[in-house]
């Protein structure tokens, strides 16, 4: 007797579902390639969109499934580690400064970006010029020794001004003078103190970023000032972080 296929018997081969899936897969590699001829290919990010395909939600036999856990982040390449360093410098650094008798000359604040050294105005340079004090060595040279300390972080020296203007043959404008001295305290640390030229920045602001009025003499005195911002270890220069 001639027997009948049983219809709930299974059929061999891929469900009918992978063909369909399948093809999504291949039309989206093409259209990633096709992005990719149009640009300069990094090899290594290229690397990691094929790597993608290859274990796209975790379907294909060989596929990895990516878990909740797997996106625990450690607090220490994260924000919420980042002003423990920073709150621990500035902590560091105080005490220290305070020790040697600078704390009247330099004032540290810090945020989750950076910490800030304010020099206030006079302390190492007179009106005008930039060229630093004979006084202004040693809170330097004190300062220098910790900023040594931190390594990891990368140092940006800015030099403000107030409105009062400025014209000499040197110095055209408040924007040259406060360039000039952000270099000089840079370049002090690199030709006397030994520190990698790739951990220092020097840029000036003039006038144009004040923290107090310049319509009195107390807001324009603070308004004259050199800041050394040490960077969050967890930012590069490039980012928006490293801000104001």
Not at 3 to 27: C, Q
Not at 110 to 121: A, M, P, S
Not at 122 to 137: H, M
Not at 186 to 202: T, V
Request: proline share 3%.
């Amino acid at each position: 007797m001639r027997r009948t296929r049983n219809n709930s018997e299974e059929k061999k081969g891929a469900p009918e579902w992978m063909t369909t899936y399948g093809d999504m897969v291949t039309l989206l590699l093409c259209f990633f390639v096709l992005l990719f001829s149009f640009s300069e290919i990094d090899a290594q990010k290229f690397k990691m969109i094929m790597s993608s395909f290859q274990g796209s939600l975790g379907v294909l036999e060989s596929g990895k499934t990516i878990k909740p856990n797997d996106f625990v982040l450690d607090s220490k390449t994260e924000g919420l580690g980042s002003i423990e360093e920073l709150e621990n410098i500035a902590k560091d650094l105080g005490e220290y400064l305070k020790g040697k008798g600078f704390s009247e000359q330099v004032s540290i604040e810090y945020n989750e970006r950076y910490v800030k050294l304010n020099f206030l105005d006079g302390v190492l340079f007179d009106p005008g010029k930039a060229v630093l004090k004979d006084e202004a060595i040693q809170v330097l040279d004190a300062v220098g020794v910790k900023l040594l300390e931190y390594e990891n972080n990368r140092i940006k020296v800015e030099g403000h001004t107030d409105t009062v203007p400025m014209k000499s043959f040197q110095y055209p404008n408040n924007w040259y003078l406060s360039a000039a001295r952000a270099i000089t305290v840079a370049e002090y640390y690199i030709n006397e103190k030994g520190f990698d030229p790739k951990r220092l920045s020097a840029e000036g602001f003039g006038e144009y970023s004040p923290i107090a009025t310049n319509d009195t003499a107390e807001g324009r005195t603070k308004n004259r000032r050199i800041e050394i911002k040490i960077l969050n270890s967890i930012y590069d220069e490039k980012n928006p972080y490293d801000g104001d």
